[in-house]
Structure formats: structure tokens, C-alpha cells
């Protein structure tokens, strides 16, 4: 596969996740519902998947939920079982998403815009999307991922082919 495929899929699935995120999907299901096809796992099942994850683990303001969509496909899509290359591949990732974006910390991502405390999300309206940096996020971890999992592939048919 070369970069400009690499490139083309890597563009697909950051606006798959930035529109799942814009339809009210939280943000760890947006980038894990871009993979749908990869990983074998059925819409529902990925949407229990990332359920906790969002606004930084359960609104905790933690590690950014997209960037942990992109870690969990890191391990659903490439684990063998070596926790090694496990961590080396999620730090790649998150290099590349502190790189682009500043940081993992769903509170830092989110430094000067208004939230709201506690476990409710905050409802959906287009304020929303205008003052929060989420659905780009969403768009960059997707796009972050594809390009690392692509790029470690062995075999360079085991995503974005199926």
C-alpha cells in the first residue's frame, strides 16, 4: 500500500469518526464506529465498548476519549499478545496526537471552553460544536490511527481492505 492510499483511508475514517461524533455519538465510539468494518465487531457492541470513555473517562476530564477510541482499536486491530509492542504502539499514538493537538488530557484539550460538572452530557446543539474542539478531535485520533495501524501492518491489507 502506498501513502497516497494510506493517506485516502487515514481521510476516511477521521470524517467517519467527526460525523458519528456530530450525529451524538460520544467521542471514543466515534473513532471505534469509523473502524466498524475492521474490527469484526458488530455497531452495538462498539457502542459499549466506548460507552465510558467519553468526556475524558465519564466526564472525569482524563484521557481524551477519541484518543482512547484510537487506543483500544490499537489493541483490537494489532495485539498479539506482546504487551511490548502493545504500549509502543499506543505511545506512537499518542506522540502523534499531543504532536497535533497538544495533548491527551481531555482537560487541557478543552482549556477555556465552558463545561458543565458533573455525569450528564451536555445536549447537542450547534453552540456546542462551535465551542468545543471534539469533533476535530475525533477527525485527528481517527486519522492518527489509521496512519499508525497501516503503517506497523505486516501484511498491508489488514485494514481499510476488508
Same mark, same amino acid.
Given at each position: 500500500?502506498?501513502?497516497?492510499?494510506?493517506?485516502?483511508?487515514?481521510?476516511?475514517?477521521?470524517?467517519?469518526?467527526?460525523?458519528?461524533?456530530?450525529?451524538?455519538?460520544?467521542?471514543?465510539?466515534?473513532?471505534?464506529?469509523?473502524?466498524?468494518?475492521?474490527?469484526?465487531?458488530?455497531?452495538?457492541?462498539?457502542?459499549?465498548?466506548?460507552?465510558?470513555?467519553?468526556?475524558?473517562?465519564?466526564?472525569?476530564?482524563?484521557?481524551? %476519549?477519541?484518543?482512547?477510541? &484510537?487506543?483500544? +482499536?490499537? =489493541?483490537?486491530?494489532?495485539? /498479539? *499478545?506482546?504487551?511490548? !509492542?502493545?504500549?509502543?504502539?499506543?505511545?506512537?499514538?499518542?506522540?502523534?496526537?499531543?504532536?497535533?493537538? %497538544?495533548?491527551?488530557?481531555? &482537560?487541557?484539550? +478543552?482549556? =477555556?471552553?465552558?463545561?458543565? /460538572? *458533573?455525569?450528564?452530557? !451536555?445536549?447537542?446543539?450547534?453552540?456546542?460544536?462551535?465551542?468545543?474542539?471534539?469533533?476535530?478531535?475525533?477527525?485527528?485520533?481517527?486519522?492518527?490511527?489509521?496512519?499508525?495501524?497501516?503503517?506497523?501492518?505486516?501484511?498491508?491489507?489488514?485494514?481499510?481492505?476488508?
Amino acid at each position: 500500500m502506498n501513502r497516497n492510499e494510506i493517506d485516502s483511508i487515514a481521510k476516511e475514517k477521521a470524517e467517519k469518526a467527526e460525523s458519528f461524533f456530530r450525529s451524538g455519538y460520544g467521542c471514543a465510539q466515534a473513532v471505534l464506529l469509523a473502524f466498524k468494518e475492521e474490527t469484526g465487531l458488530d455497531e452495538k457492541t462498539l457502542i459499549k465498548l466506548g460507552a465510558p470513555f467519553g468526556g475524558g473517562i465519564g466526564r472525569m476530564r482524563q484521557v481524551c %476519549g477519541a484518543a482512547l477510541g &484510537a487506543f483500544m +482499536l490499537s =489493541g483490537l486491530l494489532k495485539s /498479539e *499478545g506482546n504487551r511490548a !509492542e502493545d504500549y509502543a504502539r499506543v505511545r506512537d499514538i499518542a506522540a502523534k496526537y499531543t504532536e497535533e493537538n %497538544g495533548s491527551v488530557v481531555c &482537560a487541557e484539550l +478543552l482549556k =477555556g471552553v465552558k463545561v458543565t /460538572e *458533573g455525569t450528564a452530557p !451536555e445536549a447537542r446543539d450547534e453552540g456546542y460544536y462551535k465551542r468545543r474542539p471534539c469533533p476535530k478531535l475525533c477527525a485527528s485520533a481517527a486519522e492518527i490511527a489509521a496512519h499508525v495501524l497501516l503503517t506497523s501492518c505486516q501484511k498491508s491489507d489488514e485494514l481499510g481492505e476488508k
